[in-house]
C-alpha cells in the first residue's frame, strides 16, 4: 500500500500565475442601451468586436427595441394574438354562421340515423 501518495507538493496542471485570467475577462466590452416603444431601457453588453443588432427585444415587454430612445421601432411584430376563431368571425358574418351551422347540424343528423 502506497502510504504517503497524494500528500505530495506537486498540483498537476499548476502554470505560471494568473495565466488563465488573461483569456475571458478583459475583452472589450460595450455597453448598448435598447429602447422600446412602451419606453423601456434594456441595456446589453456586448463584445467589442461583435456586430450590435440594430433591433433587440425588450427585457420588460418583449416588443422590439433599437437603439434610438427617441425613435423606437414600431411594434408590429407583436400584433396581439387572436384564434382560429376570431379570424372566422371577421371573415364570416352571423347570417353565414347561422347556414354553416344549420348545414353542420344537418349533417351531422343525416350521419347519426
Ligand atoms: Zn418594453
Given at each position: 500500500m502506497a502510504r504517503s501518495s497524494g500528500v505530495r507538493g506537486h498540483r498537476i496542471g499548476?502554470?505560471?500565475?494568473?495565466?488563465?485570467?488573461?483569456?475571458?475577462?478583459?475583452?472589450a466590452r460595450v455597453l448598448v442601451t435598447f429602447w422600446c416603444a412602451s419606453g423601456h431601457s434594456t441595456p446589453t453588453r456586448f463584445a467589442a468586436e461583435a456586430v450590435v443588432p440594430e433591433e433587440w427585444e425588450c427585457h420588460r415587454c418583449g416588443m422590439p427595441a433599437g437603439q434610438d430612445q427617441e425613435n423606437p421601432p414600431?411594434?408590429?411584430?407583436?400584433?396581439p394574438y387572436k384564434t382560429h376563431l376570431a379570424y372566422v368571425r371577421e371573415r364570416r358574418s352571423d347570417a353565414d354562421a347561422e347556414i354553416l351551422l344549420a348545414q353542420a347540424l344537418a349533417k351531422l343528423r343525416g350521419t347519426a340515423s
Open positions: 499548476s502554470g505560471p500565475a494568473g495565466e488563465s485570467e488573461r483569456g475571458g475577462d478583459l475583452v414600431a411594434a408590429t411584430r407583436v400584433a
